[in-house]
């Protein structure tokens, strides 16, 4: 098949599909009709495809708890509350872990006939791995924030006085954890990656086939990892299971979830997801064919308080709590004002601060009566500091201006 066929993933996966049912059919001494008549009928065949979508009536769109005193749910996606955070340690817990699902229903992985299929002109032995076999390779555990794209594109109304559509978020959309898996550089080790190799794209198993190419020198790095457990448990379906991509400090989208295809190319790879959407759109940007725009990859530095948004708070003595992170580095400092940023005062920072996870600060802060107008404006070690404003792009990507939270002394 062609390069530019390669890239109509559609058309790639029925034209397997066809290949599959003849090779299935021709095993079994049968017709390809008298297969397919088989299949319907629900006989059993090892080989069948072990992802199973939801019909119209049983589909979730999410599977975990959505307990309201964690998350704000918006269709099929869970926002993290930050007051929910105040109490806790560094690490986010699974049943508090952010959501963000682009398909209607969470697509169910049986991990025992999962199969990661590595192909493509970027490798000379195109291979393919099972659950089992992916687990009995070198694994890693690291500590770095998942993040989605969109996180925070509830303040370009604030800011810009417009409504974006999309998912609206705060700035919840956001987590911590520790990640176990392989890296990604085994895999294609093992599957003979060429010095000519360019292009790295996962594939998932959803309903929309999500994938996302990145440059081989990122899917070569240290902590590119095709995770199968995270906070020392297997991956949730909400969360990728049975392996989904961990690329630390890029933007949601390209940690693929529910990854069962990954392909390695001499030429640079396309897809709707970095040509059409999650690319920066507007005035302010211009476009970079074959892309409408700019496209996202690494996360801006950005600060949230862990209180709930428009919160009450008894006047007098509380310990102000936040946390600030970035992808591109670690957190160097952290400015707080507790006046609409007449004045700022520099955060105490609390350990750990880890590269592309986050940290935790604090400061004294003596609650006034009626409106309190809070800001935090942090700094990375790559030099980079939270502006007051940011022009406006048409998705509502990236926002990582300086946020006003207001809580109400009472």
Known sequence: MSQSELLHQDQYRRQRADEWVHQQAQGLGVGRRRFLQLLAAGTG??????????????????????????????????EMKWEAMYHRGY???????????????????????WELKIHGSGVAKPLALSYDELLSLPSVSVIRALECAG?????????????IEGTPWSLGGIGVAEWTGVPLREVLDRAGVKQSAKDVMPVGLDEKQIKRPMPIEKALADDT???????????????????????????????VKWVGEIEVSEQA?????????????????????????????????KSAFELAWDGELPVGKFLLRG????????????????????????????????????????????????????????????GNTQPMKIPLNEQGYAYWSVVTHTIRGV
Do not use: C
Request: without cysteine; hydrophobic residues 35%.
């Open 151 to 163: 996180n925070g594109r509830n303040f370009f109304e604030v800011t810009h006085g417009k409504k």
């Open 225 to 255: 990892l095709l995770v199968y457990a995270m906070n020392g448990d297997p991956l949730l379906p909400d969360h990728g299971a049975p392996v989904r991509m961990l690329l630390p400090g890029w933007v949601g989208i390209a940690n």
């Open 323 to 382: 946390r600030s992170w970035s992808g591109e580095g670690t957190i160097e400092k952290v400015d707080v004002s507790v006046d609409g940023g007449k004045t700022f005062h520099p955060a105490r920072l609390r350990e750990p601060n880890i590269d592309k996870a986050w940290v935790r600060w604090d400061i004294d802060w003596d609650v006034q009566p009626g409106e309190n107008k809070l800001q935090a404006r942090a700094t990375d070690s790559a």
């Open 269 to 301: 790879l396309y897809s709707d997801y970095n040509t059409k959407k999650y690319v920066l759109t507007g005035p302010d940007y211009k476009p970079a064919p074959p892309a409408n725009g700019p496209a996202l990859t690494t996360q801006k530095v």
């Open 45 to 78: 065949f090892a080989a069948i495809p072990s992802t199973r979508f939801a019909s119209a009536e049983e589909a979730k769109p999410i599977v975990k708890p959505a307990n309201e005193q964690f998350f704000v749910k918006s269709g099929s996606n869970l």
């Open 91 to 113: 690490i986010v817990p699974n049943e508090l872990f952010f959501v963000r699902n682009n398909s209607k229903s969470v697509p169910m992985i049986d991990p025992k006939t």
